[in-house]
C-alpha cells in the first residue's frame, strides 16, 4: 500500500521527531479508508462535559475524559489492522505495536485545538484523507511561543515521537473542504 514517497525526513526546521512522508498510500486505498469510517458510528467527540465537534470512533482503546483513564474500546477491524502493519514497517516498529487507532472526520470548518496526546500514548502517527490540513505546533520559549507547521497533505502520514511529541503541542485550524484522518498510536511501556 506505501507508494513511493514525494519525501521522507524531518521538515525543515521542523520538530525534533516529526516525520513526514507524503503519498503513503494510493488514491484507490484512500477512497477505500473512507468509505470504511463513513460507516463507522461516530460520534462528537468527548471532551468530559463539552462535545468537539469532530466526530471520532476509537478502537483498542481510548481515554475517557469523565473518569479520566484510559478504557478499552472495540478491537481493532481487519481494514485498519492492514494499514497499522504498514504504518508499522514504515517506523521500522514490531508487528502489533499500534494498539490504539482513531476515526475522525473533520466538517468544513472544524479543527482540532492545541494539545499533547495522552500520557498513556507513545508514538502518534496521522494518516489524512479526502482533504489537506495545516497542522501546527508550538511550544513555550521565554515569554512567547516556537511555532512549525506542517501542511499535511490527503494520503500523506505524520509522525510524532521524542520532542515533537512530548515538548511540542500541535493543532488543526478549522478546515476548508471535509477531512478525515486515522491516527495510529503505541502504548507507553
Ligand atoms: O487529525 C489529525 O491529524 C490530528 C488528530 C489529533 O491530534 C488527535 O486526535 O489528538
Known sequence: MTQLALFDERPAAGPDG???VGDFVSTEAERELIAHIAKLPLKPFQFGAFEGHRQVKSFGFRYDYTVQRLTESDPIPDWLQTIA??????????EGSIRQVLCTDYDVGVGIGW???KPHFDKVFGLSLASPCRLRFRRRKGDGWE?????????????MEG????EWEHSIPAVER???????RTMKR
Open 115 to 117: 494539545h499533547r496526546d
Open 18 to 20: 516529526l516525520r513526514y
Open 178 to 184: 471535509r477531512r478525515y484522518s486515522v491516527t495510529f
Open 163 to 166: 520532542e515533537a511529541r512530548h
Open 85 to 94: 502493519r504498514e504504518v508499522e514497517r514504515f517506523d521500522e516498529l514490531s
Open 147 to 159: 511555532r512549525f507547521a506542517l501542511n499535511a497533505a490527503p494520503r500523506s502520514l505524520y509522525r
